[in-house]
């Protein structure tokens, strides 16, 4: 099947199904644990992220599908907010204190309307409604894809990025700089010489200036708001998935924003990238897909990921 057809297939299954199981009612908490459980449970996240138990998660990592009129979707960017806020309102709630969600999300070029050929606005106008709910705009993380596609893109260049927004339920979300901390550019020499400088305070013509004595105290640099990280193209465990994401991706935000055996739910799961990841990390996991493909193939991802690497490693204490 041509890599359309196949997401057409895709979104047209999650625009239009209703749910794809028909299951008994269970409680929250019983179906929060089965989610964790299988890993990814086939079924329509509208329907089952209300039905989670208030306050029981501690992050949403996902990306949902984009908008697209045509090729790939029924969501038109028109109608994007509308049809994701039922979500976002379900987790909202279902969120502990502490928690965050993070959105991965990129904007497109609208392909008919009085906006054509312009960018869609459908993302920041999300980003707003999301804001007007209640949730609290932490941060925006651009993924920069050094390896992204080129192609005919009309009067720009190549798509080489896309958005990641962080919202959290409260203004003290759970947030681990110290896990995302990548090694110092200056040499060891260097860094030793401002370890012992009592004067670091360096200040600019302009006036800006900022202690550096303690810097280098802290194990590593900060690695910023922009996240280099190539595109994987199908490269993961027999995965057939169109849109998954690069394992790295899920990596940087979960370190840094959920703890350690702390519940990371995907509820647009996809090919599980999500649910491998955050296991792998010591976090207990599990997703939502509406297309029984996907939710099989990940599901045989997930397995294959803990058949393969070290016991303990993937449940117990890991690297946050
Ligand atoms: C962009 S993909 C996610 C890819 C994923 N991050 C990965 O790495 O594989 C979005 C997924 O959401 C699924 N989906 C769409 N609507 C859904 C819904 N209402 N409930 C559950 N899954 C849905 C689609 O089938 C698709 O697999």
């Known amino acids: 099947m041509k ?62 599908p984009y908008a697209d009129a045509r090729a790939y979707s029924r969501v ?18 279902a ?31 999300l980003v707003l409604a999301l804001q007007y709910m209640g949730w609290r705009w932490v941060e925006t993380y651009i993924w920069a894809k050094p390896n992204a596609v080129p192609g005919r893109f009309g009067p720009r260049t190549k798509d080489s990025f896309e958005y990641v927004y962080h919202f959290a339920r409260t203004a003290k979300p759970y947030f681990d700089l110290a896990a995302l901390r990548i090694p110092y550019k200056a040499d060891s020499a260097e860094i030793e010489r401002r370890k012992r400088d ?42 057939e998935h169109t849109a998954a994401m690069p394992e790295g991706l899920a990596e940087f935000f979960i370190k840094a924003t959920s703890p350690m055996d702390g519940v990371v739910l995907d509820p647009f799961a996809g090919s599980a990238t999500t649910v491998v990841v955050a296991r792998r990390l010591g976090r207990r996991s599990g997703g939502i897909e509406i297309h029984e493909k996907f939710a099989l193939d990940a599901r045989r991802r997930i397995a294959a990921n803990i058949a393969s690497d070290t016991q303990g490693r993937l449940f117990g204490a890991a690297a946050g």
Do not use: C
């Not at 038109?76 to 709630?93: C, E, G, I, K, T």
């Open 3 to 64: 890599n359309e057809s196949k997401l057409r297939l895709v979104f047209d299954a999650a625009t239009t199904a209703k749910s794809a199981v028909e299951r008994p009612y269970v409680s929250g908490s019983r179906l929060l644990d089965e989610i964790l459980d299988q890993g990814v449970m086939l079924g329509d996240a509208g329907e089952l992220l209300v039905r989670l138990p208030r306050q029981s998660v501690d992050l949403f990592f996902t990306s949902p």
């Open 76 to 93: 038109h960017p028109d109608r994007y907010v509308d049809w994701f806020l039922p979500f976002a309102r379900a987790m909202y709630n």
């Open 95 to 125: 969120v502990k204190p502490t928690g965050s969600l993070i959105l991965n999300i990129k904007n497109r070029v609208a392909n008919r309307g009085p906006l054509r050929g312009q960018r869609h606005p459908y993302v920041y106008q």
């Open 198 to 239: 009592t004067n670091g305070r360096r200040n600019t013509g302009a006036g800006f200036g900022r202690d550096r004595t303690k810097t280098y105290l802290l194990g590593g640099a900060d690695p910023g708001n922009v996240v280099n990280v190539p595109q994987t193209y199908n490269q993961h465990y027999g995965v």
